[in-house]
């Protein structure tokens, strides 16, 4: 089921925002000097061009007059010219800032997705949380262009023509100022009662991302299920409250604008009349009605786009506001304040007294205790949902205890840091994923400092050294998304040459050979047999074939330990272990997958 959809408060957003536009006081006081010198400069100049007008209406052509006129002319150039330098000193600064926080943002995004748990990530869709860390730095760029290029212009604009206006006569200004806040209060009511609508759909364009990637992703499974009919209805389901969405949000624009254009008749029309009646009392000039004209296009044309403004500002809320969620979020698997690094001497694992549950309800270990010696073999067998990989996922810490402990050479692992304690275990899972990279770049992720003929070394004992060689681009091949461009056995081979070239104290081998033909099977139980030696080894097997020869079995049944021995000691008592093995013996049971 999908997880609840989480979502952050306009102030949490600012908030974040915030936090990173402080780290760049001197280029935003750049920005803030430009967009102040452009408004000074576009109030300044309309002022001579009143005074241009003047002399022209009150004087008849003369050469006096027209050093008058070119004075005036070169004033308006000037300011005009300073409005441009300021607007150079804007931009510039605006890209500067821009791109170092949109840098941050990504930065500070994805390190933090990534330290979430394991649960989070099975919990939400990947390509939906690829999505949001791009909205979320995007929705930056948005949010600051409608504020600082649109909306603090334009409001500093509009005090400077009010003001201008109240100083040639107090009742333009008042007029003006009362109009100015009811049309920005109406679009700013409008604009937060339409907030839900953009909430809406942004959470449906998430919602359109999320379902498309799921179906790409599991292509193979919708091909060979024939679920392409399904796939199609289901998407377009999704798609169709999108277009519901999408067609509230359009239509509540196109009334807005509607409105608007009353408002912008109302003022041009109330202010020609009051202008014409100070006029004919001799308080107005034919400059003042120029001025205003002048000031009031230029106002209509700022604040209408008011409207637009905001809405880009609310969008880049609403897009924002569930990456800023998952930011608010405490990270499931943390480390405890002074956490120290592990330091593995010997290797012995223990679990004490162990509870664990999955979804609070679900219990799967139940007061579970076992020791795995140093430098011990040991392989956990049993049917699906014994609570085998679940053994291995708490030792990773990928999930905290509900209760006991589980310790390394004595020390509590929810007491370490994780880093240090995933250092020390090298896991190979039963189905490996690859990055979408070379093969010499997934094999070193073993050991990112290792040398070239260090990851050859290790693709040579993890027989893969020799698929590798036969490819064109030999450890240069990329080997596409998830690691599909391999045969299963090969990505298997690759996840256990990183293993190998990891070299970690602690081993976990989750069925590390159920993708292998018999050639390469016994090959690589080989190269495990030599992997394993002087370190603690811990085996999930189903194939119990594989795990004869190891120092001790551990038979798992409902998150207890039901039996635990040598191969030889568990066949001779009955139970669920010469149960499973008669049956594989018989084979009459194929492989089962792996449980929870």
Not at 95 to 121: E, K, P, V
Not at 567 to 595: M, V
Request: glycine share 8%.
């Amino acid at each position: 089921m999908e997880p609840a959809k989480k979502t952050a408060t306009t102030r949490e957003v600012f908030g974040v925002y915030l936090k990173h536009l402080r780290g760049y006081p001197g280029t935003f006081f750049l920005v803030m000097l430009g967009i102040f010198g452009m408004q000074l400069a576009d109030l300044a100049a309309p002022l001579y061009l009143k005074q241009f007008f003047n002399v022209l209406a009150g004087h008849t052509p003369n050469p006096s007059l027209n050093t008058t006129l070119i004075g005036l002319v070169g004033a308006i150039a000037c300011f005009w010219l300073a409005s441009w330098v300021f607007s150079r000193v804007k931009a510039f600064s605006v890209i500067y800032l821009q791109t170092r926080i949109l840098t941050d943002l990504f930065s500070a995004g994805f390190g933090y997705l990534l330290g979430h748990s394991h649960q989070f990530f099975t919990s939400n869709f990947s390509g939906a949380l690829t999505f949001r860390v791009q909205k979320f730095s995007r929705s930056f760029e948005k949010l600051f262009d409608s504020v600082i290029d649109s909306l603090l212009p334009t409001f500093l604009f509009v005090v400077g023509v009010v003001v201008v206006l109240f100083l040639r006569d107090h009742l333009l200004g008042i007029i003006l100022a009362v109009w100015s806040v009811c049309f920005v209060s109406f679009q700013i009511y409008i604009s937060r009662l339409r907030q839900p609508i953009r909430v809406a759909r942004s959470e449906a364009d998430t919602r359109v991302t999320a379902t498309l990637s799921d179906a790409i992703s599991n292509q193979a499974t919708v091909q060979l299920f024939a679920g392409e009919a399904y796939e199609k209805k289901r998407f377009k389901n999704v798609v169709d409250e999108w277009r519901a969405a999408t067609a509230r949000a359009w239509n509540s624009d196109s009334v807005v604008w509607g409105a608007l254009g009353l408002f912008i008749l109302g003022i041009e029309v109330g202010m020609l009349y009051v202008a014409v009646m100070l006029w004919q009392k001799g308080v107005l000039t034919v400059g003042d009605f120029v001025l205003i004209q002048v000031y009031l296009f230029a106002i209509f044309d700022r604040l209408t786009n008011i409207s637009q403004q905001l809405k880009h500002v609310y969008d880049a809320i609403a897009d924002a506001s569930e990456m800023v969620a998952i930011l608010n979020e405490p990270h499931g698997v943390q480390d405890t304040r002074g956490a120290k690094p592990l330091v593995v001497s010997a290797g012995e694992i223990v679990f004490k007294d162990v509870d664990f549950y999955f979804h609070e309800t679900r219990q799967v270990l139940r007061h579970f205790n076992m020791t795995v010696r140093a430098g011990e073999r040991v392989a956990l067998v049993g049917q699906s949902g014994a609570g085998k990989s679940t053994i291995t996922k708490l030792l990773l810490r990928l999930y905290d205890v509900a209760g006991g402990e589980v310790a390394i050479d004595g020390q509590n692992i929810a007491r370490v840091t994780q880093e240090s304690l995933r250092r020390a275990v090298a896991f190979v899972p039963q189905e490996p994923v690859l990055f979408h990279r070379t093969l010499m770049d997934n094999i070193r992720y073993g050991r990112l400092d290792a040398t070239d003929e260090e990851v050859i070394e290790a693709a040579r004992q993890a027989h893969c050294h020799e698929f590798i060689e036969a490819l064109p681009e030999r450890y240069g091949t990329y080997v596409g998304e998830r690691g599909i461009k391999l045969s299963g056995g090969e990505r298997q081979r690759v996840a256990i040459a990183r293993a190998i070239l990891k070299n970690a104290p602690i081993l976990v081998l989750d069925e590390a050979t159920s993708s292998l033909d018999s050639e390469s099977e016994a090959l690589i139980q080989d190269a495990l047999r030599t992997l394993m030696q002087g370190k603690t080894v811990v085996v999930i097997a189903h194939r119990l074939s594989t795990i004869m020869n190891m120092d001790r079995i551990v038979v798992m049944e409902h998150g207890t330990i039901a039996a635990q021995g040598t191969h030889t000691h568990l066949l001779a008592q009955p139970g669920l272990y010469q149960k499973l093995w008669s049956i594989q013996a018989g084979g009459f049971l194929p492989d089962e997958g792996e449980e929870e």
